[in-house]
């Protein structure tokens, strides 16, 4: 194309010099030469022109080829543009619709974490339920053997009582006789020496024979003699000396000076004794004053006991005997008669001591076979007891043993119970749980059932036209049911209809074969005014659950245990 160009301009110029026109000839020879001289310099000019102009066609062509792929490459840049566009607003619908999906989807996980959590709370208190009817049953049957439990107990908390008591006045009696026996010993010690004393006869007669055998064996030996008391009393001296002349002159005299020096001796330890005599004795009388037995005590005119003629086995003889005359005499008599009446007393006391224990060894006897027979029944009522928790746990692991169907036992029974109790409810508060427990057995009765939704949907659907008296009345059929489950929808269902919601449901039942039962359940009457009150409070129950629900997917702060159970009894008590 460039060469066109130049071959064009090249006749162009060939044709300019007859484009000017010769006017004057002369002057076309002088300025020949300077026309071709310039004609040169425009040839030259010209040529570099076409030259530049080439240069210059190439570079628009070339700028041309660039715009035209800067076009082309912009056209494709706003083909991508759109087409991104188009991506982003189909992304932002995408992602408006799974913000959507997502929100419905929370929703419904939320609605359907709520409806678990009712679930839940429903079967735990099913089960609940159950463990507090039996518990109740289980309390019914061990209160008797509490009450005789109890019982016993303060049986045998008042026996232990007495037996304390017993055993402290037993303990108290034996320390008592214990010092009684001291001085019952210390007193028949004290009479042997006084009745060794007032026989001077035989002690005259140990005395020679003593001497005699000190004679044959050897030279005599001086008998012990002990130091006399400084201060003693007229009538101890007077005693003295009014004994020392009379058996002097019945003994030899080889053997009188011994024999007087050992009278001597004698004398001063019976001076000894008869003060400790006086002591025991005013220790008995005040022992005697103290316990409160001053009527006991004899007179010295009585004869004395025939227990307590041990002590006096000579005392006719004592009173004759020449000793007893004058004025030792005398006062060893009237000793006599004192000692005579305290061994009476103590025989008394001895005699009173021995009837009370004997009376404490029988009651202690009777109390002791008392505690026995206790015990007995105390062991045969914790081992009766044991059984019957043992069985009652044995009970209660098997009703929440609920892995199948066999766990159903004895199932119309149950209701009967349960049914019953709700009967003899009285307060308000009884027959509403009453009521939940009937209609949480109800709603695990239905989940036993079976699990499959349409099943539930169309026994709902059913149940709610009964109510409301719409649709068709026809019978709804439940097939290939256990005799558990039909027996619970024939004990429990029918009665809560008739009561609760006024509608008059008819069973039968249809045995294909020894497990297996066919139920027919058909409406004959329904009761306007009543189901017209029920479908009132099924409403409210149902706003009550959906606020419920409302305030726990938005995590209200007023929604807490206490309205959870109320939600619950609410929708529980329609």
Same mark, same amino acid.
């Given at each position: 194309?460039?060469?066109?160009?130049?071959?064009?301009?090249?006749?162009?110029?060939?044709? &300019?010099?007859?484009?000017?026109?010769?006017?004057?000839?002369?002057?076309?020879?002088?300025?020949? #030469?300077?026309?071709?001289?310039?004609?040169?310099?425009?040839?030259?000019?010209?040529?570099?022109?076409?030259?530049?102009?080439?240069?210059?066609?190439?570079?628009?062509?070339?700028?041309?080829?660039?715009?035209?792929?800067?076009?082309?490459?912009?056209?494709?840049?706003?083909?991508?543009? &759109?087409?991104?566009?188009?991506?982003?607003?189909?992304?932002?619908?995408?992602?408006?619709?799974?913000?959507?999906?997502?929100?419905?989807?929370?929703?419904?996980?939320?609605?359907?974490?709520?409806?678990?959590?009712?679930?839940?709370? #429903?079967?735990?208190?099913?089960?609940?339920?159950?463990?507090? !009817?039996?518990?109740?049953?289980?309390?019914?049957?061990?209160?008797?053997?509490?009450?005789?439990?109890?019982?016993?107990?303060?049986?045998?908390?008042?026996?232990?009582? *007495?037996?304390?008591?017993?055993?402290?006045?037993?303990?108290?009696?034996?320390?008592?006789?214990? %010092?009684?026996?001291?001085?019952?010993?210390?007193?028949?010690?004290?009479?042997?020496?006084?009745?060794?004393?007032?026989?001077?006869?035989?002690? @005259?007669?140990?005395?020679?024979?003593?001497?005699?055998?000190?004679?044959?064996?050897?030279?005599?030996?001086?008998?012990?003699?002990?130091?006399?008391?400084?201060?003693?009393?007229?009538?101890?001296?007077?005693?003295? #000396?009014?004994?020392?002349?009379?058996?002097?002159?019945?003994?030899?005299?080889?053997?009188?000076?011994?024999?007087?020096?050992?009278?001597?001796?004698?004398?001063?330890?019976?001076?000894?004794?008869?003060?400790?005599?006086?002591?025991?004795?005013?220790?008995?009388? =005040?022992?005697?004053?103290?316990?409160?037995?001053?009527?006991?005590?004899?007179?010295?005119?009585?004869?004395?006991?025939?227990? !307590?003629?041990?002590?006096?086995?000579?005392?006719?003889?004592?009173? =004759?005997?020449?000793?007893?005359?004058?004025?030792?005499?005398?006062?060893?008599?009237?000793?006599?008669?004192?000692?005579?009446?305290?061994?009476?007393?103590?025989?008394?006391?001895?005699?009173?001591? /021995?009837?009370?224990?004997?009376?404490?060894?029988? +009651?202690?006897?009777?109390? %002791?076979?008392?505690?026995?027979?206790?015990?007995?029944?105390?062991? @045969?009522?914790?081992?009766?007891?044991?059984?019957?928790?043992?069985?009652?746990?044995?009970?209660?692991?098997?009703?929440?043993?609920?892995?199948?169907? +066999?766990?159903?036992?004895?199932?119309? !029974?149950?209701?009967? +119970?349960?049914?019953?109790?709700?009967?003899?409810?009285? +307060?308000?508060?009884?027959?509403?749980?009453?009521?939940?427990?009937?209609?949480?057995?109800?709603?695990?009765?239905?989940?036993?059932?079976?699990?499959?939704?349409? *099943?539930?949907?169309?026994?709902?659907?059913?149940?709610?036209?009964?109510?409301?008296?719409?649709?068709?009345?026809?019978?709804?059929?439940?097939?290939?049911?256990?005799?558990?489950?039909?027996?619970?929808?024939?004990?429990?269902?029918?009665?809560?209809?008739?009561?609760?919601?006024?509608?008059?449901?008819?069973?039968?039942?249809?045995?294909?074969?020894?497990?297996?039962? #066919?139920? @027919?359940?058909?409406?004959?009457?329904?009761?306007?005014?009543?189901? @017209?009150?029920?479908?009132?409070?099924?409403? /409210?129950?149902?706003?009550?659950?959906?606020?419920?629900?409302?305030?726990?997917?938005?995590?209200?702060?007023?929604?807490?245990?206490?309205?959870?159970?109320?939600?619950?009894?609410?929708?529980?008590?329609?």
């Amino acid at each position: 194309m460039s060469e066109e160009v130049v071959e064009d301009e090249e006749s162009q110029l060939e044709d &300019a010099p007859s484009a000017f026109p010769n006017s004057e000839d002369e002057e076309e020879d002088e300025g020949e #030469d300077d026309e071709e001289t310039e004609l040169e310099h425009a040839a030259r000019a010209g040529i570099r022109l076409l030259e530049e102009n080439a240069q210059l066609q190439e570079e628009l062509l070339q700028v041309q080829e660039q715009c035209s792929q800067a076009e082309a490459e912009k056209e494709e840049l706003l083909r991508l543009v &759109a087409d991104k566009n188009v991506r982003e607003t189909q992304l932002s619908e995408h992602l408006r619709k799974s913000i959507r999906e997502n929100q419905s989807l929370l929703s419904e996980l939320s609605c359907a974490e709520v409806e678990a959590k009712f679930d839940e709370a #429903d079967r735990r208190n099913s089960v609940l339920g159950r463990e507090l !009817a039996s518990a109740h049953k289980q309390i019914g049957e061990l209160k008797p053997l509490h009450f005789q439990l109890r019982e016993s107990e303060l049986e045998l908390q008042m026996l232990r009582a *007495k037996v304390e008591d017993q055993t402290r006045e037993l303990a108290a009696s034996v320390e008592e006789r214990e %010092e009684e026996r001291e001085l019952i010993q210390s007193l028949r010690y004290t009479i042997e020496i006084y009745q060794a004393l007032d026989d001077p006869c035989a002690a @005259k007669l140990d005395e020679m024979r003593s001497v005699s055998t000190r004679e044959d064996d050897g030279p005599p030996v001086t008998p012990r003699s002990s130091p006399r008391r400084p201060s003693s009393s007229p009538r101890q001296r007077k005693r003295v #000396d009014a004994s020392g002349a009379s058996p002097s002159q019945l003994l030899p005299p080889d053997i009188a000076h011994p024999a007087f020096d050992d009278r001597f001796s004698l004398r001063d330890e019976n001076d000894r004794l008869l003060a400790e005599l006086d002591h025991l004795g005013q220790q008995v009388l =005040n022992l005697k004053l103290l316990e409160g037995i001053s009527r006991t005590v004899r007179s010295p005119k009585k004869p004395p006991q025939p227990g !307590a003629s041990f002590v006096f086995p000579s005392a006719q003889d004592q009173d =004759n005997s020449p000793s007893t005359v004058g004025p030792v005499g005398y006062g060893t008599s009237s000793r006599m008669r004192f000692l005579e009446q305290q061994v009476s007393v103590l025989q008394d006391l001895l005699q009173r001591f /021995r009837v009370q224990w004997k009376y404490e060894c029988a +009651t202690r006897r009777t109390v %002791e076979n008392d505690k026995a027979d206790l015990l007995q029944r105390m062991e @045969k009522m914790q081992v009766h007891l044991k059984h019957q928790c043992t069985a009652c746990e044995k009970e209660r692991e098997d009703l929440m043993a609920e892995g199948d169907d +066999t766990s159903w036992e004895n199932s119309a !029974a149950v209701y009967e +119970t349960l049914l019953d109790h709700s009967a003899n409810c009285q +307060t308000r508060e009884e027959q509403a749980e009453a009521e939940h427990i009937c209609f949480s057995i109800l709603r695990r009765l239905v989940d036993s059932w079976t699990t499959d939704k349409a *099943k539930r949907m169309r026994l709902h659907d059913w149940l709610t036209n009964a109510i409301r008296g719409t649709g068709n009345r026809r019978p709804l059929y439940l097939y290939e049911l256990s005799g558990e489950i039909a027996s619970g929808f024939q004990v429990l269902l029918v009665p809560i209809l008739r009561e609760k919601f006024g509608v008059q449901v008819h069973v039968e039942k249809r045995l294909r074969n020894v497990i297996v039962t #066919d139920l @027919k359940m058909q409406v004959t009457g329904t009761d306007a005014a009543k189901a @017209k009150a029920c479908l009132q409070r099924i409403s /409210r129950s149902l706003m009550w659950l959906i606020d419920v629900e409302s305030a726990l997917i938005e995590d209200q702060e007023w929604v807490g245990d206490f309205a959870r159970r109320k939600a619950a009894k609410m929708c529980a008590n329609i």
